[in-house]
């Protein structure tokens, strides 16, 4: 049987992330939203604690990554602030993909950089969903079409963290005329091949504005050959795309449990007709439902962590982290909706974060 305790290890990391979440993201959660960005010194300190470098340590970085320690890191983040951790991640991304589906030589290149003195000034960023899906395997339809010079690129993606400025830019694709897991590839984006790919940055959007997005529209774009991360459909790109998914939904934890934490506090000390609204029925049902559910959704999180950790098959990875990511994101949409109700006509006002939190939710998808 699985166990899923964490380590004495990982225990210490997740409090070291808490005590970042609480004192350092949640406090700056607001600025950030209206300033479209992670604060520099805030990264700066993010980048000291060794939390943001899962690379190599033959490159300066504090280790390979393992999915279910960043699952309790992402989770600690999402708790702090949906949109700052959406920031983090959706950075760490680029180099990871990389460090996962890429050549010795572009290990070098694209991950030194943020192991660096200065690497809390670099961004990365993963395009993975498209305008016609959403965060699934399948729904990668964008493709790379193999030519004497090199690939030719066409499709589209939404919702690339950090796309408009990034290095490095990698993108996931689907080979030409190819069907299934086989046919997934990644490959980078220098400032040459981006010249020819429409950039639109994501400035109107509902929710997750401290996370800066942009879309890309790609129209029979070249790119060399040696802008793909490894061989195509090499094993590494299904451990990236689903390594993020499984990020993605510890943020989406994490912005649940904030809900179910903030909502609980305020229902317990809300007096309605002579006592706390807690003690009403309609109430205490909808926080023990958000509480069962965060559960359920956490288990299969872990889950899906434990079998990347383990080296899955690629269908029965795939087939977990999608699941988990798709549970987590959905209590994610409920709970903070359930938050703001519980909150009443206080729930949509900016004094308290629900609102902001039920956005960044909603945006998740």
């Known amino acids: 049987m699985i166990s899923f305790s964490p380590t004495e290890e990982q225990e210490e990391i997740r409090r070291l992330a808490r005590s970042v979440a609480s004192d350092e993201l949640r406090p700056q959660a607001r600025a950030a939203e209206k300033d479209g960005d992670i604060a520099a010194a805030l990264m700066q300190t993010l980048t000291q604690t060794g939390l943001t470098t899962p690379f190599p340590e033959d490159y300066g970085g504090s280790g390979n990554i393992e999915a279910i320690t960043y699952a ?3 989770e600690e983040l999402g708790f702090g602030d949906g949109g700052l951790a959406m920031n983090v991640i959706g950075s760490m991304m680029g180099p990871l993909t990389v460090a996962l589906a890429g050549n010795e030589r572009q290990q070098s290149e694209y991950i030194v950089p943020f192991c660096g003195r200065e690497g809390y000034k670099e961004r990365g960023s993963l395009a993975f969903a498209e305008r016609s899906g959403g965060y699934a395997l399948a729904d990668i339809s964008a493709t790379a079409r193999r030519e004497d010079r090199g690939y030719v690129i066409n499709g589209t993606k939404r919702d690339v963290v950090h796309g408009a400025q990034s290095r490095p830019r990698v993108v996931l694709l689907r080979l030409e005329g190819t069907v299934g897991n086989a046919g997934l590839c990644a490959a980078l984006l220098d400032d040459e091949a981006l010249a020819g790919v429409h950039v639109r940055p994501e400035t109107q959007k509902l929710g997750l504005q ?3 997005s942009a879309s890309y529209r790609f129209e029979h774009v070249m790119i060399p050959e040696a802008a793909m991360l490894g061989e195509p459909g090499n094993g590494g790109v299904v451990r990236a795309a689903t390594l993020y998914l499984i990020l993605r939904a510890g943020v989406a934890c994490g912005m649940a449990r904030a809900a179910l934490e903030y ?9 309605a007709f002579g006592r ?3 003690s009403y029925q309609g109430i205490a049902f909808m926080i023990s439902e958000m509480a069962m559910k965060l559960d359920a959704a956490r288990l299969l999180l872990w889950n899906a962590a434990t079998h990347w950790d383990r080296g899955g098959a690629d269908d029965a990875l795939i087939h977990d982290a999608e699941a988990a990511h798709y549970q987590a994101v959905r209590i994610a ?4 909706t359930d938050a703001v109700q519980i909150l009443g006509g206080a729930g949509f006002m900016q004094d308290h974060p629900v609102e902001m939190w039920m956005r960044d939710a909603a945006a998740m998808e």
């Not at 909502?263 to 007096?271: L, N, V």
């Not at 949409?333 to 903070?336: G, L, M, P, R, V």
């Open 263 to 271: 909502a609980g506090k305020y229902a317990g000390e809300r007096i």
């Open 276 to 278: 706390p609204i807690v």
């Open 210 to 212: 401290a996370a800066p």
């Open 333 to 336: 949409k409920s709970a903070t």
């Open 72 to 74: 309790l890191i992402a």
